[in-house]
């Protein structure tokens, strides 16, 4: 996995020169993995997060403000229609996952089981916010709203505002460093390094009780249901 996240970087900092902006090919290309990564639910091993975040850093070395927009664009859109597919698809993937036990433990079952069972419905527009930033969260959200049978409309709208603030943060923060004055290399390798203990702290048993008790009722809610 650490890996993949070096090789998409790299690849992302050869297609992209300090002096020349993102071609149509590259953007289409661009929003095609993140599409992929978004809706189809057993592709979470593409780094995301590290692609667009390094694909907006050498938009801020470009100093592209229309390429800042551009990218906002494409991702929010990329990860929209991939969350909608993922929702229908994710019907299909329900269905298997008892049959598979390799899609199964990808899926994370138990916390999956978890969180359907006890999700607090005040808190869907968190949990599906949730589901853009953490990885884990993210394969289960389109799956547990079909599950619960959350309006597709519904579903639709959170997942849009969640995949512009996703897009809008991601690129930000890619373009911010990609304006600072840094060696060759330097900011591939910082995104690596950073998503590196990310997944280090998401594969904390801690953190993910933490999240389950963010989106779950109380306990006191369950026991009177």
């Given at each position: 996995m650490v890996l993949a996240f070096g090789a998409i970087a790299d690849w992302v900092t050869q297609i992209g020169h300090a002096d020349a902006n993102f071609s149509f090919i590259e953007l289409s290309i661009l929003f095609l993995l993140i599409l992929i990564e978004t809706g189809g639910i057993i592709t979470g091993f593409i780094p995301g997060d590290a692609l667009v975040m390094t694909a907006a850093g050498l938009a801020g070395r470009h100093h592209s403000i229309e390429e800042f927009v551009i990218l906002i664009l494409l991702f929010t859109l990329a990860s929209t229609i991939g969350d909608s597919i993922n929702y229908w698809l994710g019907a299909w993937v329900i269905r298997q996952v008892d049959k598979i036990p390799w899609v199964k433990k990808h899926l994370n079952e138990d916390f999956t089981a978890?969180?359907?069972?006890?999700?607090?419905?005040?808190?869907?527009?968190?949990?599906?916010?949730?589901?853009?930033?953490?990885?884990?969260v993210r394969t289960i959200v389109?799956?547990?709203?079909?599950?619960?049978?959350?309006?597709?409309?519904?579903?639709?709208?959170?997942?849009?505002?969640?995949?512009?603030?996703?897009?809008?943060?991601?690129?930000?923060?890619?373009?911010?460093?990609?304006?600072?004055?840094?060696?060759?290399?330097?900011?591939?390798?910082?995104?690596?390094?950073?998503?590196?203990?990310?997944?280090?702290?998401?594969?904390?048993?801690?953190?993910?009780?933490?999240?389950?008790?963010?989106?779950?009722?109380?306990?006191?809610?369950?026991?009177?249901?």
């Open positions: 978890k969180v359907t069972a006890n999700l607090n419905p005040k808190r869907w527009q968190l949990f599906i916010i949730l589901g853009r930033f953490v990885p884990f389109p799956l547990s709203a079909h599950r619960l049978k959350l309006p597709f409309k519904t579903y639709f709208h959170m997942s849009a505002l969640a995949s512009v603030i996703w897009a809008s943060a991601m690129v930000t923060i890619g373009y911010f460093f990609g304006h600072l004055t840094l060696p060759a290399g330097v900011l591939p390798v910082g995104i690596v390094l950073a998503i590196v203990i990310a997944v280090l702290v998401l594969r904390s048993p801690r953190f993910r009780q933490f999240i389950i008790d963010l989106i779950t009722k109380p306990s006191q809610e369950k026991d009177e249901d």
